[in-house]
């Protein structure tokens, strides 16, 4: 019987069979020797990679959604300052740019604030 491409059930199976792996070697410099790192089969390392998930929070992630929320309601920014200063953007490093741009919103915020203040109390 032959699909839709015109293969052969046996003739589709052979040809999953013969699937390309690639093995990637990390060569020393004693001697030649080498040891081998991973298999890379399809072009794919065992699935997904860790940027290939998506985001959270609309696929922007915490860092820039907290920033943009944050011009709604400034205490947002100083939860995601906590998270900066937690290290949250170890478990994805792509975090950290939005991270950091909420610490530093707090932090021009926070200033603001302070001279605000100074001026209104010292009148």
């Known amino acids: 019987m032959l699909s839709a491409n015109g293969k052969s059930g046996d ?3 052979h040809d999953k069979e013969q699937e390309e792996v690639v093995v990637v070697a990390q060569l020393h410099d004693e001697g ?5 790192l991973s298999p890379v089969t399809g072009g794919i390392s065992g699935g997904l990679g860790l940027y290939d998930k998506p985001l959270l929070c ?4 915490i860092g820039w959604f907290s920033f943009l929320m944050g011009f709604v309601f400034p205490p947002v920014w100083y939860f995601a300052t906590v998270l900066y200063i937690g290290n949250y953007y170890q478990k994805d490093p792509r975090e950290r740019p939005g ?4 610490a530093i919103a707090a932090l021009i915020c926070s200033v ?7 001026v ?3 009148r």
């Open 32 to 36: 030649g020797a080498f040891s081998l």
């Open 11 to 13: 003739q589709q199976q």
């Open 120 to 122: 209104i109390l010292s």
């Open 99 to 102: 991270l950091a741009a909420s």
């Open 112 to 118: 603001a604030a302070i001279i605000f203040l100074l």
């Open 58 to 61: 609309c696929g922007c992630g």
